[in-house]
């Protein structure tokens, strides 16, 4: 069973926009303490690029891509979104969608991959001419 499935990546053009989702089961979405958006290129490690602390709807962005990238939910979905604007050829990676349902990571910690119990398998996005 998958408790998260990503979807929407895709390639564009520089300056573009897409909007990620992810879907999360019931089960895990109503446990969910924080949701995380994060993307791998080749040869690199993973990185945060959003995370959305439900409880107090707080969200957090990495400077590479605040001002850019706007992570938003839909309760009555059960789903994640990621939109990000202005895209650049640094934006391209596999992108995933974690929850962390154990309660555990403190705001400092959002972007660490190892406080997410959960993850989807990825979608992936490609900026480029």
């Known amino acids: 069973q998958v408790d998260l499935v990503e979807s929407g990546g895709g390639s564009v053009q520089p300056g573009s926009s897409l909007k990620l989702s992810c879907k999360v089961s019931?089960?895990?979405?109503?446990?969910?303490?924080?949701v995380g958006w994060f993307r791998q290129a080749p040869g690199k490690q993973r990185e945060a690029v959003a995370g959305?602390?439900?409880?107090?709807?707080?969200?957090f962005y990495p400077d590479s891509v605040k001002g850019r990238f706007t992570i938003t939910r839909d309760n009555s979905k059960s789903t994640v979104y990621l939109q990000m604007d202005r895209l650049q050829s640094e934006d391209t990676g596999m992108y995933y969608c974690?929850?962390?349902?154990?309660?555990?990571?403190?705001?400092?910690?959002?972007?660490?991959?190892?406080?997410?119990?959960?993850w989807g398998q990825g979608t992936q996005v490609t900026v480029g001419s």
């Open positions: 959305f602390f439900f409880r107090v709807g707080l969200a």
């Open positions: 974690a929850a962390d349902t154990r309660g555990s990571v403190s705001f400092r910690d959002w972007s660490l991959p190892s406080h997410y119990n959960n």
């Open positions: 019931e089960y895990t979405y109503s446990r969910s303490v924080l």
